[in-house]
């Protein structure tokens, strides 16, 4: 479903009225392309062809500019749009846009098919353009990362979790501050 669909419009409208940011899960396509073949193994029923949803993303994010979005997964990009400079791009257009972040181990990196454009390069640094991202928009980052838990399991062994604190300690303690929890509080109204 594109992301300016009347459904997400009218959900706009509703979190805008009560005040409630949204959370928006969405892979960035910049323009239409073939399903990447890296991500074959991930499973069946994924389009052979993905459309270009930027637009769509920026027409939601404007049509009420007091609703606030929060783009997860920043840092794990399957498909490779959401880059650093598509992000810094957007939110210089987009005052009510926030971004989540789901930094994985730099190890899991050469297996791990979701980490294009990733926070850290391979080496465990924080590349300089993410960092000054960071900077120049440091109130509209959090950490925001999920796995997956199976019955029987302690959960995926690529788990984001050491990766964004490992991360969050690289930060300037400023920084680090507001990333690793104060923006968190504030966007989503917490005490």
């Not at 404007?62 to 992000?87: C, I, Y």
């Not at 987009?94 to 297996?111: C, D, F, K, Q, T």
Request: a positive charge; charged letters at 25%.
């Amino acid at each position: 479903v594109m992301p300016d669909h009347p459904l997400f419009l009218l959900l706009a409208e509703i979190a805008a009225k009560h005040d409630v940011p949204i959370d928006f899960h969405m892979d960035a396509v910049t323009e239409d392309m073939d399903f990447p073949k890296r991500l074959s193994s991930l499973g069946k029923g994924n389009p052979t062809r993905l459309k270009a949803n930027v637009a769509a993303f920026e027409n939601l994010l404007s049509h009420n500019e007091k609703a606030r979005f929060v783009w997860q997964h920043a840092g794990s990009d399957p498909v490779g749009g959401m880059t650093a400079d598509l992000l810094r791009r957007l939110l210089e257009a987009h005052s009510n846009l926030y971004v989540g972040l789901r930094v994985a181990y730099p190890r899991a990196m050469p297996e791990n098919p979701r980490l294009v454009n990733a926070v850290l390069d391979e080496q465990g640094q924080l590349r300089s353009e993410w960092l000054k991202l960071f900077t120049d928009f440091s109130d509209r980052f959090v950490c925001g990362s999920d796995t997956f838990v199976n019955k029987g399991n302690k959960g995926d062994a690529r788990s984001p979790f050491p990766g964004t604190w490992a991360f969050v300690r690289k930060l300037p303690p400023d920084l680090a501050k507001k990333v690793g929890g104060g923006n968190a509080a504030r966007i989503y109204g917490l005490q």
